[in-house]
């Protein structure tokens, strides 16, 4: 993808000036900060190796994904596909992808971001943008990808760690006025294995308000 989204942007890219790195991950900040804390989501994944996404997932798995703290992820898996294959993955591929995260602020601070080029998708900007760590042992070691700068969204990108990469694809929905993560697509070359997660009935935290200035809650 990173190759392929480099040559795009060169294209694509116009004569106005680009907004720096540090814009658009701001730019993605601010605009997710006014979006309501997600407590808990129903979450489906299924996982395929060496084969086509159209094919039958090898190993389905249904569970719950709860947010503490606003960060702190926790995973349950009520359901999954019989075999020694599928439970190696529920405990060391679930189990690592949605483990205890630090706050976003905290994680980008490690990375120096630049703009790479620009495209329009549906009359929207979109942005190429490359982060680095500025640390050699940091993982992941940096990311390319396109970022929807009116929205704040991430709809596809590469991730690069000291093992191997990760390809990744993302779609979102509107829930409660908010973009929420619906469907993510997960593609690793080294090991020719794909994971799709759908995300679905989720619930969020109360709003806070204040009635003496006559606001109600959305």
């Known amino acids: 993808m990173a190759a392929t989204a480099v040559a795009m942007a060169v294209q694509l890219a116009t004569a106005a000036p680009l907004p720096t790195g540090d814009e658009v991950i701001h730019r993605i900040l601010g605009v997710n900060r006014n979006t309501p804390d997600i407590i808990s989501a129903d979450v489906l994944f299924k996982f395929r190796f060496r084969k086509p996404v159209s094919a039958p997932p090898d190993c389905v798995f249904k569970g719950t994904v709860r947010v503490e703290h606003g960060h702190e992820l926790t995973l349950t898996v009520g359901q999954r596909t019989e075999g020694l ?10 189990g690592r992808l949605f483990e205890s995260r630090e706050p976003v602020e905290r994680m980008i601070s490690r990375y120096d971001f630049e703009v790479l080029g620009e495209k329009l998708v549906d009359g929207h900007p979109y942005y190429l943008v490359r982060a680095r760590a500025r640390e050699p042992k940091t993982n992941p070691r940096g990311w390319i990808g396109w970022v929807d700068y009116d929205r704040g969204l991430v709809p596809e ?29 997960l593609y690793t070359p080294r090991f020719d294995a794909s994971m799709e997660v759908f995300y679905s009935n989720f619930h969020f935290a109360p709003r806070a308000f204040a009635p003496s200035a006559g606001l109600v809650p959305r």
Do not use: F, H, N, P
């Not at 694809?169 to 409660?176: A, G, T």
């Open 85 to 94: 294959a599928c439970w190696a993955i529920d405990k060391y591929v679930l």
């Open 157 to 185: 990108g590469t991730v690069e760690y000291a093992w191997g990469t990760i390809d990744t694809e993302q779609k979102y929905m509107q829930v409660s006025e908010a973009w929420v993560l619906s469907y993510q697509y």
